[in-house]
């Protein structure tokens, strides 16, 4: 591993360790070079995943993409980190359980949206803002109806 401090490739692991949800292991590290400490986690990637967009255009899966997208929607809300980071480790493991590599943006925008509408509504519907391109008021207004006949 590279260190991010002084780019040396010499670097050693101090210590590792399984994250809380056990979906990656954190490895602390220690930089010889620049006597620089960071830390870095490792994951299972099942497949390569690519996104097709609705203009046909494809681009590799980022994890970090997701989060950022979620972490905006979610921003300045009561929505506990690790809750979050829980929900974005099952979307990409179910993505990847799909059997197929590619893997359309409605679709991750659609699992996004459940596991929104499960942890915070708010952030639900300021993700469904911009995924669904809300224009105007009203659309707010019948995506909110929407919402409260479903739970009657």
Excluded at 20 to 48: G, H, K, M, N, Y
Excluded at 55 to 81: G, Q
Aim: hydrophobic share 30%; proline share 5%.
């Amino acid at each position: 591993m590279r260190c991010p401090f002084c780019s040396s490739v010499d670097t050693q692991v101090k210590d590792s360790r399984p994250t809380q949800d056990q979906s990656a292991i954190r490895r602390r590290r220690f930089c010889p070079s620049c006597l620089s400490r960071f830390t870095t986690f490792e994951r299972v990637q099942l497949r390569e995943l690519t996104v097709v967009k609705r203009n046909n255009s494809r681009t590799p899966f980022e994890r970090d993409k997701l989060m950022r997208s979620i972490n905006i929607a979610t921003r300045k809300r009561p929505v506990d980190p690790d809750d979050l980071e829980r929900m974005v480790n099952a979307i990409v493991r179910r993505l990847e359980t799909l059997g197929e590599s590619d893997v359309t943006s409605s679709a991750i925008g659609e699992l996004v949206m459940d596991g929104l509408s499960e942890l915070d509504p708010i952030a639900y519907v300021r993700f469904a803002s911009v995924y669904r391109n809300f224009r105007e008021t009203k659309d707010f207004e019948d995506f909110i109806d929407e919402i409260q006949s479903d739970q009657d």
